[in-house]
């Protein structure tokens, strides 16, 4: 047992650099933050942090062999990945300020929960959890629900502080040109890592 808990001090520092440095979860978590409040993003957050740690399961039970056996998948879900992203980032670029009416719905829990399987940073997240940070001496089914609910705890307070941000920064972005501004930026991030991603597709 002494082991086992000393081989899950890097897992969990893995799970916190992982959940807590910026990506398109984050990115869409700031700016539902912004727009929408804390207790509204709440089921886009949970939707996130669930398709995670299944994703987690998923690839320590057996599905990262799938990868290694027909390697061409990554390609693939760096490309869907990636134009998704893209049209994030253009959907971003054109939302209205927060003051506006036109102000939308939040995206669901269910929205989070399926946006995993085109998130090339949680395939990452998955992959390396299941291939280096599985637990030596346990039996697979709890290794990985042991792993998939450690990133669970560790990645949800993550995520809050990044719809936390969102925010706290919502009366500052009142100002249409900040909204504008804001929105620039959360967007542009996107297609950053959008790009990025096609390059090494």
């Known amino acids: ?104 719905q939040p995206l669901s829990f269910v929205h989070g929960v399926m946006f995993q399987a085109v998130n090339p940073k949680s395939w990452v997240k998955a992959l390396t959890l299941a291939s280096v940070f599985m637990p030596a001496g346990m039996a697979l089914l709890p290794a990985a629900a042991l792993v998939a609910v450690l990133g669970w705890i560790i990645g949800f307070p993550c995520s809050s502080m990044w719809v936390l941000f969102g925010v706290g920064i919502r009366r500052w972005l009142a100002n249409p040109l900040r909204w504008r501004l804001f929105n620039a930026m959360m967007g542009g991030s996107l297609f950053v890592m959008a790009v990025l991603l096609l390059r090494e597709a």
Do not use: D, K
């Not at 978590?29 to 994703?55: C, D, E, K």
């Not at 390697?71 to 990636?82: C, D, K, M």
């Open 1 to 104: 047992m002494e082991n086992t808990w000393t081989e899950l001090l890097p897992l969990a520092s893995y799970c916190f650099l992982m959940s807590s440095t910026p990506g398109p979860n984050n990115v869409m978590l700031t700016a539902a933050g912004a727009r929408h409040g804390y207790r509204s993003t709440l089921p886009h957050l949970v939707g996130i942090n669930a398709g995670v740690a299944l994703q987690t399961f998923l690839m320590c039970i057996g599905l990262g062999q799938v990868f290694v056996a027909w390697p061409w998948l990554h390609h693939v879900l760096r490309i869907a990945g990636s134009l998704y992203l893209l049209v994030l980032a253009w959907q971003l670029l054109g939302a209205a300020p927060v003051t506006s009416a036109r102000e939308g």
